[in-house]
């Protein structure tokens, strides 16, 4: 089947193919398993036989699946084939039955068993049985009546202490046998449940981990609302702290008196100073002769050094009154 033909394929065909290779994968995990441990290989503790008549005779022990029928029943053949999977194994034989079998392959029921290794290399040693289709059917019948549902169904091989090989997959495959629900899908669900209660509990033990987490803060909101109360005030006063320290580096009055005692006259005389960090105002009397306002302007420390009143004022015996203001600048 290439790509085309799955993409144009409905929904059952997708799903056999689906079951096809999940059965293909499965019997690969089962390939690589040691052959103590591969399906089959246990020795079988109780049976249901096949008696005259084809009368079944049911095993004392509960829970046998195992049905063995008698060895004459069947056809056997011993080959020696490269070594494959059970499933291409089993695909391999069914192709070439016609040979292997003396009869029609649509008058019988086979199964097989690969029995390991053969002394040649590359090769393993496997049984072929099969059973008449008609034998079959009657085998079936007597099942349904007294409502056993075998899982294995063959004759004794190895001593007695396992099937030869198993009809019991072919006969579900005819109908026979009703199908079987498969172990490894009854596992696999067991651990998508384990799988989901982890889950839940996982998310439960979260949940509750993060109330308790919750429950902590909830406790400390008090306290840390009084750290933050605190930890305000103490930035509010480091930040006028900050200003103080900036006033007192950037606006300090000795340096502008120094200035203008070095400007102005020594026989003027400062009736006012005012002077807010930025802006400067002064007044007082000087000599007829001195020029208070040019003499601020030819400092650097002033800017914008203009006198306050239009009006002209009247000479005292102290002399000449001026009132001026000016702009200081900031030092660097």
């Known amino acids: 089947m290439n790509l085309s033909d ?4 409905d929904m059952q065909t997708l799903g056999r193919l689906g079951r096809q290779g999940f059965d293909w994968w499965l019997a690969q995990l089962r390939d690589m398993l040691p052959a103590a441990f591969a399906p089959g290989s246990k020795r079988l503790a109780a049976f249901h036989r096949l008696g005259a008549d084809n009368a079944i005779i049911a095993a004392s022990t509960p829970g046998t699946d195992t049905l063995v029928i008698p060895d004459e029943a069947c056809l056997v053949r011993h080959l020696v084939l490269p070594r494959m999977s059970d499933g291409d194994l089993r695909g391999a034989v069914e192709l070439d039955l016609d040979r292997i079998m003396p009869v029609a392959p649509d008058s ?6 690969n029995c390991g290794p053969s002394v040649r290399e590359g090769m393993i040693d496997v049984v072929v049985g099969a059973l008449p289709l008609q034998q079959a059917q009657n085998i079936a019948a007597r099942l ?15 001593g007695g202490e396992r099937l030869a090989f198993d009809l019991a997959p072919a006969m579900r495959q005819a109908g026979l046998l009703p199908a079987q629900r498969p172990v ?18 996982s998310i439960l033990r979260d949940g509750q981990e993060i109330a308790r987490i919750q429950g902590l803060i909830d406790a400390q909101a008090p306290a840390l609302m009084t750290v933050q109360k605190v930890e305000s005030r103490l930035r509010g006063n480091a930040a006028l702290v900050n200003g103080v320290r900036a006033r007192r580096e950037h606006q300090q009055p000795l340096r502008i008196l120094a200035e203008v005692q070095r400007l102005l006259p020594g026989d003027a005389w400062v009736q006012r100073f005012e ?6 105002r002064l007044s007082g009397f000087a000599p007829n002769s001195t020029a208070i306002v040019t003499a601020l302007k030819s400092s650097s ?6 006198a306050s009143r239009a009006e002209v004022m009247a000479e005292t015996v102290t002399g000449k009154p001026f009132d001026l203001t000016a702009r200081t600048a900031q030092p660097k």
């Open 6 to 9: 799955l993409l144009n394929a």
């Open 108 to 113: 019988i029921i086979f199964g097989l068993r």
């Open 144 to 158: 349904a009546e007294t409502g056993i549902t075998p899982r294995h169904i063959g004759p004794l091989g190895d």
């Open 184 to 201: 490894a899908l009854v596992w696999w669900g067991a651990v998508a449940l384990l799988l989901a209660c982890n889950l839940g509990f």
């Open 275 to 280: 002077w807010d960090g930025t802006q400067m």
């Open 301 to 306: 420390g002033f800017s914008a050094v203009r």
